[in-house]
């Protein structure tokens, strides 16, 4: 299935996206696409309801604004240097465990909505993500056993602001968590979906010239080592999301570094799980941090 939240911001509502392509509300079945959701085994019985209710629910108008697929989670857990051409664009030697960090979930906004670039800042940056959206509760769980307590997949764009991340002291998560620095969607894709996460092309162009094009098959830690890594120190929720690096071509790797300004466009894409637009604007708060 293809999960979507559709609507005003705030007030989204739960919808599937059908094989032929017509979206769907599901809100008569299910409030949101929550923890509560996930915990008792939402997908399964959503799948159900869908095959006896596709041709009575009420179908979702073109053109209707899309959510994050997912309301907010507990925790949105981050990758750093995951791709090896990444590390080395960053000039940062690659990383023998996982570089873990976080991100504010008041960053999560929909796949298409506006990229605010935040009042003082010089360089806000770029990066496709594949995200992976956990479906049940992980401690502890052996690597073997880790795609089994996983829901689906998301595209993300992690924005960052690399002074903040870098030269501020402190850490990473400062400039990864500005409001609307992690665009999810425009669909959650659920496993059966996505049968192989390690080879999906993931791309991203600025102003219409590409600047990512990579593939998860490049992937340094793999999503098994990665959910059975990190629910080593701490459990992992249903809905909560990892989001597993990016590969080279961000702002900051090119010389001299390229930055997003007011007016850019922002477009990126995964196989299978769609394609977000941003467009930058100023921030409407005044002063600097």
């Known amino acids: 299935m293809k999960l979507i939240r559709f609507g005003n911001p705030g007030s989204e509502k739960p919808g599937v ?9 599901t809100s008569a079945f299910v409030t949101n696409y929550d923890e509560a959701f996930f915990e008792s085994q939402g997908l399964q019985r959503l799948n159900a309801w869908v095959q006896d209710n596709a041709e009575t629910a009420p179908e979702v108008p073109a053109g209707t604004r899309l959510g994050s697929p997912i309301a907010r989670p507990s925790k949105i857990i981050c990758i750093g240097l995951n791709y090896s051409d990444h590390a080395k664009e960053s000039g940062m030697a690659v990383p023998k465990e996982p570089i873990i960090f976080f991100k504010s979930t008041t960053a999560i906004t929909g796949p298409n909505d506006g990229l605010v670039i935040p009042a003082g800042s010089e360089k806000t940056d770029w990066e496709v993500e594949l995200a992976v959206v956990i479906g049940k ?40 968590s500005a409001d609307t620095f992690a665009p999810f969607g425009p669909w959650l894709a659920t496993t059966d979906e996505i049968p192989d ?6 791309w991203l162009s600025v102003n219409g010239e590409m600047k990512q094009n990579g593939n ?14 990190l629910s080593h120190f701490m459990t992992l929720l249903p809905g909560d999301v990892i989001s597993t690096g990016t590969p080279a071509g961000v702002g900051l790797g090119f010389n001299p570094p390229q930055y997003l ?29």
Do not use: C
């Open 17 to 25: 996206i059908l094989e032929n392509g017509k979206s769907i509300d």
């Open 137 to 176: 509760t992980a401690r502890s769980v052996k690597e073997d056993q880790a795609l089994h307590h996983v829901a689906g997949y998301m595209l993300h764009n992690d924005y960052s602001e690399r002074e903040w991340q870098l030269e501020r002291g402190g850490q990473w998560v400062k400039g990864k």
């Open 197 to 202: 996460p390690h080879g999906l092309r993931l």
């Open 216 to 229: 998860t098959e490049n992937l340094i830690f793999k999503i098994p080592h990665l959910v059975s890594y």
């Open 261 to 289: 300004r007011v007016g850019d466009t922002v477009e990126l894409g995964i196989d299978g799980l769609g394609i977000q637009k941003q467009i930058a604007s100023g921030s409407v708060h005044a002063g600097e941090v």
